[in-house]
């Protein structure tokens, strides 16, 4: 199963054509499960122009499938640790949705189609985030 991030859909609604579409296209033509977590949801509404957009959006985002953070606090704290480490290695995580994000990839075993350099500079420090 596949968690894909906003830096995907975002370029997938745009109409534009990158590696990762391409990827999120052959994934949707063969349909291979794939879904969105809560914080994805919000960084796609948070860009709309318009109410009208945003409703749009919103009624079709609420069709996909949501995979959640699965221990609580703990998945917010292990998301910190990430970023502790990352810091001590002198890597910088521009982002803590992205964090966010990687952990509630990392606890449902999912992969993560991506373009967004924060989850490759992750993936320096936690080995089971996967990319697809």
Do not use: W
């Not at 291979?32 to 079709?60: A, H, N, S, W």
């Not at 292990?78 to 606890?107: H, P, V």
Request: aromatic letters at 10%; hydrophobic letters at 40%; glycine letters at 4%.
């Amino acid at each position: 199963m596949i968690l894909v991030d906003t830096s995907v859909l975002i370029d997938f609604l745009k109409g534009s054509e990158t590696e990762e579409v391409n990827k999120l296209n052959k994934i949707l033509i063969s349909n291979i499960p794939f879904g969105i977590c809560d914080f994805i949801y919000m960084e796609l509404l948070q860009g709309v122009k318009t109410e009208r957009e945003f409703e749009k959006l919103k009624k079709y985002l609420d069709t996909q499938t949501f995979y959640k953070l699965k221990n609580d606090i703990d998945s917010y704290a292990n998301a910190a640790m990430i970023y502790f480490k990352s810091r001590q290695k002198g890597i910088t995580i521009r982002s803590m949705i992205d964090l966010l994000i990687a952990q509630t990839a990392i606890e449902n075993n999912l992969l993560l189609l991506h373009s967004d350099k924060d989850y490759t500079n992750i993936k320096k420090i936690v080995t089971d985030l996967n990319f697809y």
